[in-house]
Nanobody
Framework: QVQLVESGGGLVQAGGSLRLSCAAS????????MGWYRQPPGKQRELVAV????????KYADSVKGRFTISRDIAENTVYLQMNSLKPEDTAVYYC??????????????WGQGIRVTVSP
């Protein structure tokens, strides 16, 4: 059974920081690129960031470039999303996922249950 377990969400004031974590099974983590999507209230789900299997390639949505950093820890089978300079428009449910990253396109296959991030003005 695929398991992706997110943690680290919550309420933060604008300008603050949060770090999301996603613990994955060893098999899933070692064989897949990892990413984060988010779904703001009343909006569609969107890709936030993705990191390749080896960690050497990352990709970010324009809206988070320079503020968010995705990383992965092989020893812990965990992917992180460090979110700095948070804005109210970053408020969303954030989903960890695992999938294929090929020629600049990410295809998520496995999903976590999501974790809520709320940024107050």
């Amino acid at each position: 059974q695929v398991q992706l377990v997110e943690s680290g969400g919550g309420l933060v004031q604008a300008g603050g920081s949060l770090r999301l974590s996603c613990a994955a099974s060893r098999t899933i983590f070692s064989r897949n690129a990892m990413g984060w999507y988010r779904q703001p209230p009343g909006k569609q789900r969107e890709l936030v960031a993705v990191i390749s299997i080896g960690g050497g390639i990352t990709k970010y949505a324009d809206s988070v470039k320079g503020r968010f950093t995705i990383s992965r820890d092989i020893a812990e089978n965990t992917v992180y999303l460090q979110m700095n300079s948070l804005k109210p428009e970053d408020t969303a449910v954030y989903y960890c996922n695992a999938g294929t990253y090929s020629i600049g396109t990410y295809y998520p296959n496995y999903w976590g249950q999501g974790i809520r991030v709320t940024v107050s003005p």
